[in-house]
DNA sequence: AAAGCCTCCAACCGCGGAGTT
DNA sequence: GAACTCCGCGGTTGGAGGCTT
């Protein structure tokens, strides 16, 4: 893949006549990426502004660590994240914030960039959707208790065997389903330990009480989030989770992604493997239901 | 078919902390 | 301890490709 070479500038960070090569922006071709890779294996890594000079690359330190740390590296995983990745994501953002860098370190193979970019284009997308705040406690809420539970069913459903989550290096202080010495785990739903623990927690949907059960009916919803969506935040909009419930929330949130209009989708392909991957699926599930009624 | 729009992700930027001189 | 350099992190951007109209 070449790419246009027209964007070459010089960094500010250039300070001595021996410095001032014109460097390299953009895309990475494979002619770089070659030269990367041959000399981190010839010499290891670390000390980038030395390695992008002596490797013969016109890239700065910085854009080489980069390049090596998000893409070239033999144990960068690719492809989509799996339910179980997107589970830990979203649990170790609950509790360590924006701190992509140590969110990535319980996820083997993945990097700060990519669970960045899926924070922001996928669950940032879901705040936007329901016009909330992001940061918001509702829609903090609104993960814990309906997204969160709908990935465990996903997969729960997808595989009786549980899973390669990666045990981390050490548990993050504070993560929300425990591993203990007596093999049961705390659930953050409701602070109770269910037999259950993060490499196993398909026990975790028939025993916390705070989570839905999938075949949950729409009054039965109404209740639930009357009982579990605390109206402690001045961003709570009730009403949201009243047309939640009753399903008008739904035509809102398929209004924005443009399906409105076709009901086949709905029905049928709409609720493959991919949509799974979002909260989308909740309200396509959701409109599905309503149809059985 | 093509124009416009949207999504996703690779890459860049600025900043702050750590290490070195 | 000041000045400088390097490194890593989080925020942001730009473009490719897919989708819709």
């Known amino acids: 893949m070449e790419t246009d ?6 960094t500010s960070s250039s300070s001595s006549s021996d410095d001032d090569i014109e460097l390299r922006r953009g895309p990475w071709t494979i002619e770089e990426d070659n030269l990367l890779v041959h000399y981190i294996t010839n010499h ?46 979203l649990e170790l953002h609950s509790k360590l914030g924006n701190r992509w860098s140590k969110i990535a370190h319980y996820l083997p193979g993945r990097t700060d960039n990519e669970i960045k970019n899926y924070w922001r284009t996928r669950v940032q997308k879901q705040a936007r959707n329901l016009k909330i705040d992001a940061n ?5 809420e609104m993960i814990r208790y309906l997204w969160i539970p709908r990935l465990l069913q996903k997969i729960q459903s997808s595989s009786s065997v549980m899973p390669s989550i990666q045990s981390p290096q ?3 202080q504070g993560f929300n389903i425990e591993k203990n010495s007596t093999n049961t785990s705390r659930c953050s739903s409701c602070s109770s330990s269910h037999s259950s623990n993060i490499y196993n927690s ?18 039965d919803l109404n209740s639930f ?13 009730v009403d949201n989770y009243g047309q939640l419930a009753t399903g008008n929330y739904y035509n809102d949130v398929m209004d924005y992604d443009q399906m409105s209009g076709d009901q086949n989708k709905l029905t049928g392909d709409v609720l493959s493997d991919s949509f799974w991957s ?7 599930q959701k409109q599905d239901m309503s149809h059985c009624r």
């Open 225 to 237: 989030v009357k009982a579990h969506f605390p109206v402690d935040d001045n961003s709570y909009d």
């Open 44 to 89: 290891g890594e670390g000390r980038w502004n030395m390695l992008a000079k002596h490797a013969g690359l016109k890239r700065t330190g910085k854009s080489c660590r980069l390049r090596w740390l998000n893409y070239l590296k033999p144990d960068v995983k690719r492809g989509n994240l799996t339910p179980q990745e997107q589970l830990m994501i």
């Open 170 to 172: 050490s548990t993050p």
């Open 136 to 140: 918001s406690a509702a829609f903090q």
């Open 278 to 284: 979002n909260m989308d699926e909740f309200f396509y």
């Open 5 to 10: 070479m027209s964007f070459l500038s010089k």
């Open 202 to 219: 398909t026990n975790i949907m028939s025993e916390c009480p705070k989570i839905p059960p999938r075949d949950i009916g729409d009054s």
